[in-house]
């Protein structure tokens, strides 16, 4: 969902016009923007927790010319979902996730572990 249709979502599920749901939501991103940049976690109980990590400086390869390089350490903004949030995904059925069963792996790899179960299925089926 993007930032669009979230607003419009809320918007209608609220009531509220488009223009005055936009700013709310743009005025939260900057204050959580904010908050996050000054090194303060941000904690929603039922959502789980966005927080500042530093990542280790380490050796990484350019993917087009195999060429070894430097990437230098780095702060990065993580989430960890509440216990919550996780037993409610783990309780979903396949049809009730809707879009989100969309593949969004690229082009040319493959989910390893959906290919082995249709293939258990295929042998079970064909004996």
Same mark, same amino acid.
């Given at each position: 969902?993007?930032?669009?249709?979230?607003?419009?979502?809320?918007?209608?599920?609220?009531?509220?016009?488009?223009?005055?749901? /936009? +700013?709310?939501?743009?005025?939260?991103?900057? *204050?959580?923007?904010?908050? &996050? $940049?000054?090194?303060?976690?941000?904690?929603?109980?039922?959502?789980?927790?966005?927080?500042?990590?530093?990542?280790?400086?380490?050796?990484?390869?350019?993917?087009?010319?195999?060429?070894?390089?430097?990437?230098?350490?780095? /702060? +990065?903004?993580?989430?960890?979902?509440?216990? *919550?949030?996780?037993?409610? &995904? $783990?309780?979903?059925?396949?049809?009730?996730?809707?879009?989100?069963?969309?593949?969004?792996?690229?082009?040319?790899?493959?989910?390893?572990?959906?290919?082995?179960?249709?293939?258990?299925?295929?042998?079970?089926?064909?004996?």
């Amino acid at each position: 969902m993007t930032i669009e249709q979230f607003v419009q979502y809320v918007s209608r599920k609220r009531g509220c016009t488009r223009a005055v749901t /936009r +700013t709310w939501v743009y005025l939260m991103i900057e *204050e959580m923007y904010a908050a &996050l $940049a000054e090194g303060n976690p941000l904690n929603f109980p039922p959502l789980g927790q966005l927080h500042i990590v530093m990542m280790k400086g380490h050796f990484g390869r350019n993917p087009f010319t195999g060429e070894r390089v430097v990437v230098n350490p780095q /702060r +990065t903004v993580k989430f960890k979902p509440s216990t *919550e949030l996780k037993q409610q &995904l $783990a309780s979903l059925q396949e049809e009730d996730v809707g879009y989100l069963n969309v593949k969004y792996l690229p082009e040319g790899r493959t989910n390893k572990k959906k290919k082995q179960k249709e293939k258990e299925t295929e042998d079970s089926v064909n004996g």
